[in-house]
């Protein structure tokens, strides 16, 4: 293997390492998710500053005895700083970063892409935060491969009733009809809610984040969208716990 990498990335993790250093969890283009050590991170003014929701090119140092990796130097494409600054928002970027970490599933490009445009709209369209949290969830669904069309149920294959509520199954892994249904009480899905997610799904997320919510739909299915968040998340989401979502 190559000893120096170059690759896209975005640090979703960043904790004190020994006295000086900082050990980073990076999401890269080439590599997927890799522990990355920088070294004197903390305290030297001249070290590589590679803050949680910096997204750039990392120039990195493979070391095949030790199988880690050290961060040489970053190019900064976005360092996301206005996110870091507001706590709502702050919160909203580490979730993004958290669910990531626990359910990489391997498609390293298609995370990075996704990621990298929630935090820039997070930073570009701030009072859309919602929005964008929204979208994130919806869009995490369809890299994973378990977003299902939601017009018609998937396990009996009955078109939808225009103002029909959605229910879900955990055998299927998704939503479906009140038939399929096993899970009842948690994960329903109202009629303009489904509109809304059926609407935006083909869009771009620029596009689906500048489409208006009244505050109630808005609060509706972001407390939906973060159950099923935790529903596909194999172990609890604490940047969930927090209630600043
Ligand atoms: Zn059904």
Not at 97 to 108: Q, R
Request: aromatic share 8%; net charge neutral; proline share 3%.
């Amino acid at each position: 293997m190559e000893r120096n990498i170059t690759t896209l990335g975005i640090v979703l993790h960043s904790r004190r390492w020994g006295q000086t250093n900082r050990r980073l969890k990076l999401l890269s283009v080439d590599l997927g998710i890799v522990d990355v050590v920088s070294y004197g991170a903390q305290k030297s003014l001249k070290a590589v500053k590679a803050e949680v929701f910096c997204d750039g090119q990392f120039f990195l140092y493979h070391n095949p005895v030790k199988g880690d990796y050290t961060l040489k130097d970053l190019k900064a494409i976005a360092g996301h700083e206005e996110i870091r600054e507001d706590l709502a928002l702050n919160y909203t970027g580490l979730f993004f970063c958290e669910i990531l970490i626990k359910v990489h599933g391997g498609e390293n490009a298609a995370e990075y892409r996704l990621l990298s445009k929630a935090l820039d709209l997070l930073t570009t369209a701030p009072e859309r935060r919602v929005l964008v949290l929204i979208q994130f969830i919806h869009r995490l669904s369809e890299v994973l491969g378990i977003r299902v069309d939601l017009d018609r149920c998937p396990v009996c294959d009955r078109a939808y009733e225009r103002d029909e509520i959605v229910y879900f199954s955990s055998s299927a892994g998704s939503q479906c009809c009140q038939q399929c249904a096993n899970l009842e009480r948690t994960l329903i899905l109202p009629p303009g809610a489904r509109r809304y997610l059926s609407l935006t799904a083909t869009m771009d997320f620029e596009e689906a984040v500048a489409v208006d919510l009244n505050p109630g739909a808005l609060e509706r299915i972001k407390a939906y969208m973060l159950g099923y968040a935790q529903y596909f998340c194999p172990s609890q989401l604490t940047t969930l716990s927090s209630g600043l979502l």
